[in-house]
């Protein structure tokens, strides 16, 4: 256009036009930008807020191994017994003759062996409960599936099912669950 006709019809000038043109095209994009945004989070909090219940839920269905804090503390006061007369008989030894130091020094190494066995006691313990706990749920898997199925395939070895596999059946029937409970509320 040229400055006549803009004068004329009082029409802004093609620069100021342009300019207000990309001002609203910016400020729209922001704004479209902004509600993905606001939507992308929505959507990732409740996903993570799934993820948690269901891990939750799967952690109360697993059977929880009890009694654990009474060994725990009970490790822990000897292997923190065993530490203390490690030190007192080192220091002891230090300040001794060499001759008599040679059995103190012993005795402290077998004090330090003590406590150091007493954390892998500790830890082993654990271990073996985990461990029996998962033989256990083995165990129920296999009771489970004999009401289901009469027929047993013999054969050199038996696939029982690996952890993914157990997980994965319990989210979805924790999942199935969620469903019921919705429809019913609903």
Do not use: C
């Not at 654990?126 to 749920?137: A, G, T, V």
């Amino acid at each position: 256009m040229n400055k006549k006709l803009e004068d004329t019809f009082d029409l802004p000038s093609m620069e100021e036009a342009l300019e207000e043109a990309k001002a609203e095209e910016s400020s729209s994009e922001n704004k479209k930008a902004d509600t993905e945004k606001v939507e992308e989070a929505e959507i990732e909090e409740v996903t993570i807020k799934k993820a948690l219940s269901t891990a939750e839920k799967i952690d109360r269905a697993l059977p929880q191994v009890k009694d654990l804090e009474t060994h725990d503390s009970d490790m822990d006061v000897y292997s923190d017994e065993a530490m203390k007369s490690y030190k007192e008989l080192m220091d002891l030894g230090m300040n001794s003759e060499a001759r008599h130091a040679g059995k103190m020094f012993e005795v402290a190494a077998t004090m330090l062996k003590n406590a150091v066995e007493s954390k892998n006691a500790k830890a082993d313990k654990k271990l073996r409960m985990i461990e029996l706990q998962l033989k256990k749920q083995r165990v129920d898997q296999w009771d489970k599936r004999d009401d289901k199925q009469e027929e047993v395939i013999e054969g050199e070895g038996y696939v029982v099912g690996d952890r993914n596999k157990l997980l994965d059946q319990l989210i979805q029937k924790v999942n199935e669950t969620d469903d019921k409970s919705d429809k019913e509320d609903k």
